[in-house]
């Protein structure tokens, strides 16, 4: 199949153009790279030894995207274009709003006049909201959410949804991911946030690497084993296998389906800590600080469907999640800007 990767240069982009590339499918990506860098793209090529097509344009912009799908014969789109930070989507809720609902229209648009019927979309675990008590099902409604961004991915699940029933022959996999962790084994792909990180990971590893002085742990007096949350953390590229496996299953499914992609174990933050210290031999200097706003205390999923339905289980444990993140991290203190710079 030609899958084309809308935001395919970022995180999850990336590590799922490598799980798509060694399965033999076709990758077409298009990225502004408002969040990340072509060498991303670079990288995927050495590590698979294959190519892929790469556009570089707004998803909003539709002329460009229509060219794209006038030149390429898609057969699936998975779409992670979006802007992800939260704390960010409270300060700049409209940009939030336009950008995220905007790449989602547009691609429903193009998709519409190419004829292409199957999408594949990065939701978030952060739709079920604080109405509902992990692990979260995939049959209990959405929540509220705490957050513009939250509200963005909950508005694009309801356009999709939508979208799909306006037309029978319609496939919609809507994956709602926990925790992504972790980096491919090779080391030569990771998560590389700009400026200081908002999620935990790589916070951990810019610590351990010594870009920041010491971790501050959101809240220490959480109702839980060891007074810090609870979430559900998986390794990029067993995240990576379920958008295989979510579009394989496309390929001969109509309607909308949903999916939880999270290992159903739920690790504290301090477990975080003590397994990147114990597993890489490297120190994590840290304090227990305040909570932090809209935080819930647990956070993890029922995964049982993606197993049943899509054959898909992680294979990965957190400590191979420690070990990956820190083999990327030391390789490129920096992440993908050492190489911008030479
Ligand atoms: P990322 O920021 O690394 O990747 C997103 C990519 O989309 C980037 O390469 C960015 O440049 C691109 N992009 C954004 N807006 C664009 C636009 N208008 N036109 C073209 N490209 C655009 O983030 P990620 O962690 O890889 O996340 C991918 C998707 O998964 C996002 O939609 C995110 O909201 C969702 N998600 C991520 C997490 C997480 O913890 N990483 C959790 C749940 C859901
Ligand atoms: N944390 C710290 N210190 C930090 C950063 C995070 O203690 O410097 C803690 C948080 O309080 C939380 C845990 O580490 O308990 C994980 O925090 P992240 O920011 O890494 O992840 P979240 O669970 O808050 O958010 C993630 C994604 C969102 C998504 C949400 C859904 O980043 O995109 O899961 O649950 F919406």
Request: glycine share 8%; proline share 5%; net charge negative.
């Amino acid at each position: 199949m030609k899958i084309l990767l809308a935001g395919g240069a970022g995180f999850i982009g990336s590590h799922t153009a490598v799980e798509l590339l060694e399965a033999g499918h076709d990758v077409v990506v298009v990225d502004n790279y408002c969040n990340s860098s072509p060498r991303s793209l670079e990288r995927v090529r050495e590590i698979t030894g294959k190519d892929m097509a790469v556009y570089e344009a707004d998803v909003r912009d539709k002329e460009a995207v229509k060219n794209i799908f006038d030149r390429e014969a898609v057969d699936c789109v998975i779409h992670f274009a979006g802007l992800k930070a939260v704390g960010e989507s409270v300060e700049k809720p409209v940009e939030y709003y336009r950008n995220n609902i905007d790449t989602t229209l547009t691609l429903l648009e193009c998709m519409k006049e190419a004829g292409v019927k199957r999408i594949v979309f990065s939701s978030s675990a952060t739709v079920y909201g604080e109405e509902n008590e992990s692990p979260y099902v995939e049959t209990m409604p959405r929540g509220s959410c705490s957050n513009p961004y939250g509200w963005t991915k909950a508005m694009m699940e309801q356009i999709l949804t939508d979208t799909a029933h306006a037309d029978p022959d319609m496939s919609v996999i809507l994956l709602r991911y926990f925790n992504p962790i972790g980096a491919h084994e090779s080391g030569k792909i990771g998560e590389d946030p700009q400026g200081i990180p908002n999620n935990l990971m790589p916070f951990v590893s810019q610590t351990a690497v010594g870009r920041r002085d010491k971790l501050t742990i959101f809240g220490g007096d959480y109702d839980t084993p060891d007074g810090t949350c609870l979430r559900d953390y998986i390794h990029v590229m067993d995240l990576a296998n379920g958008h295989l496996k979510a579009v394989e299953y496309a390929a001969d499914h109509k309607g909308v389906e949903i999916f939880n992609l999270g290992t159903g174990k739920p690790y504290s933050v301090l477990d975080i800590v003590n397994t990147f210290e114990k597993a890489n031999g490297v120190p994590v200097p840290y304090v227990i600080g305040a909570r932090r706003a809209g935080d819930l205390p647990s956070v993890y999923a029922d995964a049982s469907k993606a197993e049943r339905i899509l054959g898909w289980k992680t294979k990965r444990d957190l400590r191979d999640m420690c070990v990956d993140s820190w083999n990327w991290q030391k390789n490129n203190p920096n992440g993908f800007r050492d190489q911008d710079q030479s």
